[in-house]
């Protein structure tokens, strides 16, 4: 009876078996699996996907290695010359010629970068006036991005009483040397400042610097006074022009020196003994000394009719002023470039720089002015003055100064 009991029973386990591997053969899950499968949200879907391409990325080797080259054009090149010394093809949009090309006429000192990798040209960037020009490859065009200019103008006062020489006060006043120069120019009509300024002289000036970007672009000398002596000379700026207050013009006929601001060597002197032949010999001119290389101005508006070397004069030239005046400017070491015979030139524009050639003991400009074919002391001649302002303009160049009329009484009366 036992061992029946025993059979059913193994015969009932071997069935519970098969039925159990038949009923959940065909199932995905368990049912231990299905109790523990949770709804996964889009948040961390999105979380793990970022993950994984974060670690692809950081495992993955950049094989681009980009170059940069700069080049700064000389004469003869473009950018297909500057690009094929590194042994990159010009692209096509570079050939062609429009507007909006910068690169198919560039110039001499133009700044040229070219970013490349694996001898392929990526962008090529050329900086113009208020931005760059840029080629790039992934779009195969070029492009023109434009600097906004923030633009400020500020108005300043200088002054300063001159204790050594006019240059040197002018610096310690805070003028640079551009203003200096302007100044200089200003009262150049009527004061030699070679010769004439002397220690206890002073000046002021009024004026507008202009910025671009933060960055000083220029000034204006809006008013200037200096005291001379026991004279005092006053400009006032209108229309491009300097005036005085009764609206007289400043600009003469002739400046007073070819030069700015050096000693003068020797006078004009008709029994002068030659410093190198010791014998007496008439000087028809004024040298005024100077370092080899300064400036030489012509003195007044004319036209050129004798450049080259002359005897003892060393390299000359002569320049006409009308049918009656004419000016000499010998011993230069060297000639502007551009200046020829038949040349007209403008008053205060340079024709060449001081030197020592011919007979001469020193670097120096030997200056001498004729009138009709008569030398004449250029430091004593009266020479003609500009026109002078018609009632209508006066009363506007008064209008435009009125407002700082106070500053300008200060100014004037800042070193009695």
Not at 91 to 99: D, F, G, Y
Not at 200 to 217: A, I, M, P, Q
Not at 274 to 287: A, E, N, Q, S
Not at 356 to 374: L, M, N
Request: aromatic share 12%.
């Amino acid at each position: 009876m036992k061992e029946i009991i025993l059979k059913y029973k193994i015969i009932i386990i071997i069935t519970v078996l098969i039925s159990s591997i038949f009923i959940y053969s065909n199932k995905t899950y368990s049912l231990y699996e299905i109790s523990r499968n949770t709804t996964i949200d889009n948040a961390k879907i999105y979380k793990s996907k970022t993950y994984y391409l974060n670690t692809i990325k950081k495992n993955t080797k950049v094989n681009e290695d980009v170059k940069i080259k700069t080049f700064y054009v000389k004469k003869n090149e473009n950018i297909s010359l500057l690009l094929k010394r590194i042994n990159l093809t010009t692209p096509l949009p570079i050939l062609k010629k429009n507007k909006n090309n910068c690169f198919y006429n560039i110039k001499i000192n133009d700044e040229i970068i070219i970013k490349y990798s694996n001898q392929i040209v990526k962008t090529i960037t050329k900086k113009i006036k208020d931005g760059e020009c840029t080629y790039n490859s992934s779009s195969n065009l070029i492009d023109i991005n434009k600097i906004k200019l923030s633009e400020n103008h500020e108005q300043l006062i200088f002054f300063n009483k001159i204790e050594s020489s006019f240059y040197a006060s002018a610096v310690k006043s805070g003028l640079n040397p551009n203003e200096i120069m302007s100044l200089a120019d200003i009262f150049g009509w009527d004061l030699d400042f070679t010769q004439d300024i002397r220690v206890g002289d002073s000046f002021g000036v009024v004026l507008d610097r202009k910025y671009l970007n933060n960055k000083l672009n220029g000034s204006l000398i809006k008013y200037a006074v200096f005291k001379n002596r026991k004279k005092t000379f006053e400009a006032y700026f209108f229309k491009g022009k300097y005036y005085t207050k009764e609206g007289n013009a400043l600009r003469k006929q002739f400046l007073k020196a070819p030069i700015d601001f050096y000693r003068i060597s020797s006078h004009f002197n008709r029994k002068r003994l030659h410093p190198i032949f010791k014998t007496v010999r008439p000087h028809l001119g004024t040298d005024y000394a100077a370092p080899t290389g300064t400036p030489i101005y012509s003195t007044g508006d004319g036209k050129i009719i004798y450049k080259g070397t002359k005897g003892g004069y060393g390299k000359t030239i002569i320049i006409k002023h009308g049918n009656i005046y004419s000016t000499l400017y010998a011993h230069m070491s060297k000639y502007k470039k551009g200046i020829r015979v038949g040349k007209k030139v403008k008053q205060k524009e340079v024709i060449g720089y001081v030197g020592s050639t011919g007979y001469s003991t020193g670097p120096h400009v030997h200056y001498e002015f004729r009138v009709r074919g008569k030398h004449k002391n250029s430091r004593k001649i009266k020479f003609k003055k500009g026109k002078k302002l018609n009632n209508k303009n006066l009363v506007s160049m008064k209008a435009v100064h009125s407002k700082n009329e106070s500053i300008y009484s200060w100014v004037k009366e800042a070193y009695k």
